[in-house]
């Protein structure tokens, strides 16, 4: 009585999914951070370059 609903749930992978898709989109979440991180550090170097480019 107690065997057969712990053995359909030890086969049921459909939870195995969810947790497998959750760990993709945040490993997509910190590369988004990290590039945008990047990318906005540069553009602000650039027009802080092009700003005393027209100061001197």
């Known amino acids: 009585m107690f065997?057969?609903?712990v053995k359909k749930?030890?086969?049921d992978e459909s939870g195995a999914?969810?947790?497998?898709y959750g760990l993709i989109m945040g490993?997509?979440?910190i590369?988004?951070?990290?590039a945008?991180?990047?990318?906005?550090s540069k553009t602000s170097d650039h027009?802080?370059?092009v700003e005393s480019g027209?100061?001197?």
Request: no cysteine; proline share 4%; net charge neutral.
């Open 3 to 5: 065997i057969k609903p």
């Open 9 to 11: 749930l030890k086969s």
């Open 17 to 20: 999914s969810a947790v497998e």
């Open 47 to 49: 027009f802080n370059e």
């Open 36 to 40: 945008l991180t990047t990318v906005g």
């Open 54 to 56: 027209f100061s001197g």
């Open 31 to 34: 590369l988004l951070i990290t």
């Open 27 to 29: 490993l997509m979440t």
